[in-house]
């Protein structure tokens, strides 16, 4: 370290200077020195003595810049590079080896463009994305939430700009709350992640609003069936600029043409001001705002939501990046079901502080943070007249590190991450400690093929509250450790090969998941304590493989997948509700008729359920021979012991550039247009969805729903 501090020091970041959004793994040379941006756009590199020197960068879709400097002590630089049109076939090797000796794996990093021919009836979003990954097992047509490598839905925490959001999905499976357009880039961790992650045991959603245009005002509209879409983006100054973007659905309005009754819409806004201080300080603030509601008659009516802000300020400290975060999150939900017979509220808001300092060396690169997040919700219910109500401040502190350092052949990340948990509410106490060792290594066997080892020690401080049979929902109830209920805490343990060969990138893993702690919800709870027995502990354990193929447009993702739980009052394993065993997802696209074309293919093993084996008469005899009451009562099969027929589908996308002119005569100059079509389920293959027995009859008839038919529909987008 005082070699370092002797030495010269050149720090900068780089920058995309249309979007100003950082370039990862840029090359930077100095006079015959090199080394490697981050994936975050900052690089570090000392020079041995003060004086003037000549500064090159280079990345993949850029410009070469080139600049003199005069290095005295430490100069932090902000380097903008021009986009090129041409892209070298040497440039593209380049890159792709740095991403490969980087990260840890490969499709970390998302690239939401390639996506963006994935077939739905909305806009490009993050949920299609996720869903074709390798790891990932989806619930139903009409749900949004999913499993990660055996983890249960409810243990995958999404950040956006520093915000945590909890239920960032509308109701069915083809959208979240995020819109592509309006996302710069987002990571997707599917486990073995660093110890700068926390709080989640399941997988990591990490994804960043992108700034405004800083060159010229532009509205984006976007038309389908079942929704709307603006987006109006620009510079506030020459230092400044601002992106806001609203969405609508009009779902209920184009089924009520169709003499369907299905009252439901959603709407999100958000939006981000950023303001560029000077080369090395900018600061930005990020805001989101959806809501889903669902009224149906006088038997059901839900809305759930989520509101949050934030405010992120980057800079360069010497030779250190330094970003903080503060941010508001509110997620709330509200129920009533027959008029109250059946009654929730729940909110559940996070106000969080997160401070991180990286570091970048010739050898070796740290990263030291600390995050702090109080929250403030309760759970209130009524269950035919039995009321629960808790509520509470509960906070979590945490104090990471983690170290990287790179030789020839090997990268190897360690880290360590320690919390502290304190609850205290209307009926409890809880303070709990917790240490989390974790680390990655990567082994290069050629330049192209390296092998992988991660494991670590992860918990999570929110705990939902669901019916695990109800695969339509896409939201939870959440609530905070509480009583006997601890956080859920897993060690995931992952062994891979990874490839870049000439004809497309590989990555298989092999993953093992024990859990030390879980919770579940108790389907038959005491009535006279439901605040105690709603939770009850459980034991958990996953095992699998993933693999993932892709080249110029093909992408192959296949899981293998056992997940078992068993509750404190069970005595034998069971599957657990995602327990789908095998799940293949190919997408392709490519230029065809004009435009281009994407089509998705779907094959999933059917997930396990409870199903209903017979039922007898219940009769209570009362005095002189009268009856009190009779009812059937069902007898159940063993807790997911049946299994549904195999899930397939095949959906197809076509999208051809076009001018607005034949349209509007008024709406020149235009910037670009598309107009889409699509088919969803193309063969309209029938996947079951549930089965349930007609008691109107007598025997009683099993009835089946079926999850999304054949479906065409259509969308035009604009920008001006």
């Not at 986009?83 to 490969?106: C, G, M, N």
């Not at 030291?368 to 997040?373: E, H, I, K, R």
């Not at 995602?578 to 004009?594: E, F, M, Q, S, V």
Request: glycine share 8%; net charge neutral; hydrophobic share 40%.
């Amino acid at each position: 370290m005082l070699l370092i501090l002797l030495n010269q020091t050149v720090n900068g970041i780089i920058i995309d200077v249309r979007t100003r959004e950082p370039v990862p793994y840029a090359a930077v040379e100095v006079d015959g020195r090199g080394t490697y941006a981050d994936e975050k756009g900052f690089f570090s590199l000392n020079l041995p003595h003060p004086g003037t020197y000549t500064l090159k960068v280079s990345a993949l879709g850029y410009e070469d810049y080139e600049r003199k400097i005069n290095v005295k002590d430490v100069l932090s630089v902000k380097v903008y590079l021009k986009p090129s049109a041409i892209r070298l076939k040497e440039e593209v090797v380049t890159a792709r080896r740095e991403t490969f000796r980087k990260d840890f794996s490969l499709n970390i990093q998302q690239n939401i463009s390639r996506y963006r021919l994935l077939p739905s009836p909305f806009e490009k979003d993050l949920m299609r994305i996720i869903q074709v990954q390798p790891g990932v097992v989806f619930t139903s047509d009409f749900s949004g939430r999913f499993s990660v490598r055996g983890s249960a839905p409810f243990e995958n925490l999404t950040i956006l700009d520093g915000m945590y959001l909890y239920n960032p999905y509308h109701l069915g499976s083809f959208v979240s709350i995020f819109d592509g357009d309006v996302i710069n880039r987002f990571q997707f961790l599917k486990g073995g992640y660093t110890a700068r992650y926390g709080n989640a045991t399941g997988s990591i959603i990490y994804a960043e609003l992108r700034e405004g245009n800083y060159q010229e005002t532009r509205f984006t509209t976007v038309i389908s069936p079942l929704t709307t879409k603006v987006m109006l983006e620009g510079p506030i100054s020459s230092k400044s600029s601002f992106i806001f973007n609203i969405r609508r659905s009009y779902i209920a309005e184009v089924l009520d043409m169709m003499g369907i009754n299905f009252p439901y819409y959603f709407y999100d806004i958000t939006g981000k001001l950023t303001y560029n201080f000077s080369d090395i300080t900018m600061g930005s603030l990020s805001f989101i705002n959806s809501q889903d509601n669902f009224t149906f008659q006088d038997i059901l009516d839900v809305n759930w939501g989520n509101r949050g802000t934030s405010f992120i300020f980057k800079t360069i400290l010497g030779n250190l990046l330094y970003r903080s975060y503060i941010s508001y999150t509110g997620n709330s939900i509200e129920m009533n079901f027959l008029r109250g017979v059946f009654r929730v509220d729940n909110n559940f808001d996070i106000f969080s502080v997160r401070n991180i300092f990286d570091y970048i060396g010739p050898q070796w690169s740290s990263t030291f943070g600390v995050d702090l997040a109080v929250i403030s919700g309760y759970y209130n219910s009524n269950l035919i007249g039995i009321p629960q109500y808790t509520e509470g401040t509960p906070m979590v502190a945490s104090v990471f590190s983690e170290w990287k350092r790179e030789w020839k052949k090997l990268t190897f990340n360690a880290g360590l991450r320690g919390n502290y948990y304190r609850l205290r509410s209307n009926k409890y106490n809880k303070d709990h400690w917790s240490i989390e060792p974790r680390f990655n290594l990567k082994y290069f066997v050629r330049e192209d093929l390296a092998l992988k080892l991660a494991a670590g020690l992860y918990y999570q401080y929110a705990i939902a509250i669901t019916n695990p049979q109800l695969q339509i929902s896409s939201f939870y109830y959440w609530v905070a450790p509480y009583g006997r209920i601890d956080p859920v805490s897993n060690i995931h343990i992952i062994a891979g090969i990874e490839g870049i060969p000439s004809f497309g990138n590989f990555d298989i893993n092999l993953f093992v998941k024990p859990y030390l702690f879980t919770a579940t919800v108790n389907m038959y709870p005491d009535i006279t304590n439901i605040e105690e027995s709603i939770l009850m502990p459980a034991e958990a354990f996953s095992w699998g493989i993933d693999v993932w193929f892709q080249n110029n447009w093909l992408d192959f993702a296949y899981t293998l997948m056992f997940a078992y739980n068993r509750a404190e009052n069970e005595e034998y394993w069971k599957r657990a509700e995602w327990d789908r065993r095998h799940t293949l997802n190919i997408t392709a696209h490519g230029k065809a008729l004009g435009g281009q074309v994407g089509m998705k293919f779907t094959y999933a093993t059917g997930n396990p359920y409870t199903d209903i084996l017979a039922r007898y008469l219940y009769i209570s005899p009362g005095p002189f021979g009268y009856h009190d009451f009779i009812i059937w009562v069902d007898m159940f099969s063993d807790r997911n012991a049946m299994t549904m027929p195999d899930y397939r589908r095949i959906d197809v996308y076509y999208e051809k550039p076009i001018s607005c002119a034949g349209f509007w005569k008024f709406c020149t100059p235009v910037k670009g247009g598309s107009l889409g079509f699509g088919i969803i389920n193309l063969f309209n293959f029938k996947n079951l969805f549930i089965r349930f027995y007609d008691y109107s009859t007598n025997p009683p008839t099993r009835r089946e729903i079926y999850q999304i038919p054949l479906t065409p529909y259509f969308q035009l987008r604009f920008s001006f």
